[in-house]
C-alpha cells in the first residue's frame, strides 16, 4: 500500500504508523518506510504516533529492542514533527485507551 499513501498526505492532521512487533524481519523496511514519512513536506508537522504492535504474541521484541533496531532516538531528534510511541494489541486491546487519549489530544491541537 505504501505507494499510494502521499495521496491521503495533504488531508492528514495525524498519523499513525504500525509496525508489526512480532516480525523482527520487518523492521528495515518498516524504518524506510517511517524515513520517507517523515520526510514527506506535507506532513512536517503533522504528530506522529509510532505503534509497536502484536505484543500478545510470545516472540515480539521489547519495545526498547524495536527503539534500539529503528534507531527510534536518531528519528526523533532528526524529525520535524512531535513522534511518540507506543506498546499495543489490536488483538486483546492492549494500549488502545492510549491511542484514542493520543488522537484526541493531536486532533485538538493541530501542529
Ligand atoms: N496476535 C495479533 N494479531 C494481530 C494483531 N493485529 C492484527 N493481527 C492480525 O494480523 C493479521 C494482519 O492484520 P491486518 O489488519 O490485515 O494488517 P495488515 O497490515 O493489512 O497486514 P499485512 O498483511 O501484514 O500487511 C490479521 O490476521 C490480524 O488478525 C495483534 O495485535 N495481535
Redesign the pocket.
Known amino acids: ?1 505504501g505507494p499510494i499513501w502521499p495521496s491521503y498526505y495533504s488531508e492528514c492532521s495525524a498519523l499513525l504508523f ?1 509496525v ?1 512487533a ?1 516480525n523482527p524481519t520487518q523492521v528495515s523496511s518498516s524504518c524506510i518506510q517511517l524515513l520517507s514519512v517523515l520526510s514527506a513536506k506535507p506532513l512536517a508537522s503533522v504528530p506522529v504516533l509510532v505503534l509497536f ?5 510470545p516472540c515480539y521484541m521489547s519495545l526498547a529492542e524495536m527503539k534500539s533496531l529503528f534507531r527510534m532516538q536518531d528519528i526523533v531528534s532528526c524529525a520535524t514533527q512531535p513522534i511518540t510511541m507506543l506498546e ?5 486491546g492492549t494500549g488502545l485507551a492510549e491511542v484514542l487519549q493520543w488522537l484526541r489530544a493531536a486532533l485538538r491541537e493541530p501542529g
Open positions: 500500500m504500525v508489526d512480532s504492535n502484536k505484543i500478545d504474541l499495543i494489541s489490536a488483538r486483546d
